[in-house]
């Protein structure tokens, strides 16, 4: 029997789709635990009890990489699965370097989302994405009235500026150096003609996506 514990800010909807999805006796899926926070799970989790943790991306607590940070470092031998809404494959690559075991969108179908529950609860890693593939691509997007062209990090970095998020915590989330994460933000104020990063954000203003 494969024991489920969900950590997800909606548990009552989440745990009661799993019920329905998967039955003990005919899947060998059994939800065992919940909580709405990693906090909460940590202190109600018992860690004989938990073969695989269900992790919503988003919770409104803290931001993901704190979260499976903290979850990992409490419960380090247990995968982590993460099921969200989030379709970013800058998210899912992301998940992947922090030892997530697979990443599931909450529109994945029974069979999907039971094949990474199975895959995690032998250690295995489910990752149906060709990440160096997809990472060589440029994405369009429109800011303002005009299209530019951006990688996926150029883009989430983007996205947190705007957001305010602290360059410290940009540079962690996206998985480099202080000095990476200058490089980057000299690219792209270069490709936008700002002098600095305020007159950056300004000209970016809200990002919106265009594919």
Request: aromatic letters at 10%; proline letters at 3%.
């Amino acid at each position: 029997m494969i024991r489920l514990f969900i950590i997800e800010d909606h548990i009552t909807l989440t745990v009661a789709a799993f019920k329905r999805l998967f039955f003990p006796t005919r899947d060998g899926i059994e939800v065992t635990g919940y909580a709405k926070t990693v906090e909460d799970a940590i202190k109600s989790a018992d860690s004989c009890g938990v073969d695989v943790f269900i992790l919503d991306l988003w919770l409104e607590n803290r931001l993901p990489i704190d979260n499976i940070r903290n979850l990992k470092l409490h419960f380090p031998e247990k995968p982590v699965i993460i099921y969200t809404l989030e379709n970013s494959i800058f998210w899912k690559k992301r998940m992947l370097d922090e030892d997530a075991k697979g990443y599931v969108v909450k529109t994945a179908t029974r069979s999907e989302i039971k094949t990474a529950i199975e895959k995690a609860a032998k250690g295995e890693v489910y990752y149906p994405f060709n990440f160096d593939d997809l990472f060589s691509r440029k994405i369009l997007v429109t800011i303002g009235e005009q299209p530019h062209s951006l990688t996926i990090v150029q883009r989430e970095v983007l996205k947190m500026l705007t957001k305010g998020y602290r360059h410290a915590y940009i540079a962690d989330i996206i998985g480099k150096s202080p000095s990476g994460l200058e490089k980057i933000l000299s690219a792209l104020r270069d490709q936008f003609n700002a002098k600095n990063n305020i007159e950056l954000l300004t000209l970016v203003g809200d990002l919106k996506n265009s594919y």
